[in-house]
Structures are given as structure tokens and as C-alpha cells.
């Protein structure tokens, strides 16, 4: 069975600094992993997505993520924080072919303090 | 931009009474999926679709949910009968997903108060 944790149920961070939102997970095979954000009232939207390549994606507004292999990681990261990314934020795993479903982590809200 | 549509937005109710929620996909996306989000337990997947025909719906509590897709611009999630247990916002999302490698889209959600 696929997982994801997300450890922090909050992470707090002041305007200008540099974000780390952090995403562990477990699938068998190659993983395909997700970062999405969701603001107030709203859907979540897709950020960016890790596949195959590159072990650091980016993504929109900004956000980029490294896949760590041998520690089954896929941090989200931003290099200087702005009061609007104040959302909550899920990482999603599922395993590739056939019709796997996806599987999302419990999100972590991330505050931007002005 | 193309957008997943969930009505109604809002839906208040008493227990006991039948509650339909639909979606309407973004045309050509082959996959649907219905999730609940709650405080307690975040998201979770109720039933999802792939060319109209149910793939899983694990998730959901069968005595009192439905899920389908009568046709491919149109889903739908129904609970008979409701009950306080069941609010929750319920989105629906939709997607390419020839292999998985293609992200989800999601609607803004019907957010569901059960009295």
C-alpha cells in the first residue's frame, strides 16, 4: 500500500525567508509525486509534479521540489516566502501504470508572517 | 481556462433527506474522482471514474452513497438519506490519466451541512 506523511501540521515563516514544506512517502516502484495548494473556499490546484529527470522540479508561483530517492523525500521549497503563499499544502504519491489511485498526504498549513 | 464545476456551492439540510451533488468534468478528461474533506480526517477518496465506469469506490459508505456518471460532461454523488456525520466539502476533480502522470483538477467544492 502506498502512503504519505507530512509531518508538520503547521510551518510558520516570515515574509522574505526561505520555506521548506517537508513530504515523506512509500509506494512500491518508480513513485510519480504531487505537490498541490489549497486556498480558502477553494479546490486544490496542481503546483508541480515529479515524474522522472531531474531530481529538482519547479513549479508554479515560485515553488520548486527535490525528489531524495533514498530518503523517500519530496520537500517543497521556495527560496524567499511571500504573505500569499499563506495556504494549506498536500503531497500526493501514487505508483505508475494501471489504474492506482492517488494517495494524499493529511496537508500542512503554512503561515507567512509579514 | 477550463475548470471542473461542482454545484450546488452550498447545501444545507436536514437529516434524513437526499443530498445530489454534481460535477461537470473538463471535456475530454477520462477520469473523475470524488473526495470528502473534513478537519478529522483530510482528504479522502470516496469513488473514481475512468471513461464513466467505476473503478473504485472503496471509500464510500455503500448503504447510503451513490456514485455516477450518466454521461461523460456529468457526475454525480448522491447520499440517501443523509446524515450529521456526513458534513463535509465534497469535491470532485478530473483528469488525463493515460498513465498517472498527469495532475488532478479540482472543483471548488459543495460544502455539505447536515442538521
Known amino acids: 500500500a502506498q502512503s504519505v506523511a507530512q509531518p508538520e501540521d503547521q510551518v510558520n515563516v516570515a515574509e522574505g525567508n526561505p520555506l521548506t514544506v517537508k513530504c515523506t512517502y512509500s509506494v512500491s516502484g518508480n513513485p510519480y509525486l504531487f505537490w498541490y495548494v489549497q486556498y480558502p473556499n477553494r479546490g486544490l490546484q496542481f503546483l508541480l509534479k515529479?515524474?522522472?529527470?531531474?531530481?529538482l522540479v519547479k513549479g508554479s508561483y515560485g515553488f520548486e521540489a527535490e525528489f531524495n530517492k533514498s530518503q523517500t523525500s519530496f520537500h517543497l521549497k521556495k527560496p524567499s516566502a511571500l504573505v500569499s503563499d499563506s495556504a494549506l499544502y498536500f503531497c500526493a504519491v501514487r505508483a505508475p501504470g494501471g489504474y492506482q489511485k492517488v494517495t494524499f498526504g493529511i496537508g500542512t498549513k503554512l503561515q507567512v508572517i509579514p | 481556462d477550463a475548470r471542473v464545476t461542482q454545484t450546488p456551492r452550498h447545501k444545507v439540510t436536514e437529516m434524513g433527506q437526499e443530498v445530489t451533488m454534481r460535477c461537470q468534468p473538463i471535456?475530454?478528461?477520462?477520469?473523475v474522482f470524488w473526495y470528502r474533506q473534513t478537519m478529522m480526517q483530510g482528504l479522502e477518496l470516496l469513488a473514481y471514474f475512468r471513461n464513466r465506469a467505476p473503478l473504485d469506490d472503496s471509500g464510500m459508505p455503500k448503504d447510503r452513497f451513490s456514485a455516477e456518471m450518466p454521461d461523460a460532461t456529468l457526475a454525480t454523488l448522491k447520499i440517501q438519506p443523509s446524515e450529521p456525520r456526513d458534513s463535509a466539502v465534497y469535491f470532485c476533480a478530473s483528469g488525463l490519466l493515460s498513465d498517472g502522470n498527469q495532475p488532478q483538477h479540482f472543483g471548488d467544492g459543495t460544502r455539505l451541512s447536515i442538521l
Open positions: 515529479y515524474i522522472t529527470g531531474d531530481n
Open positions: 471535456l475530454g478528461h477520462n477520469t
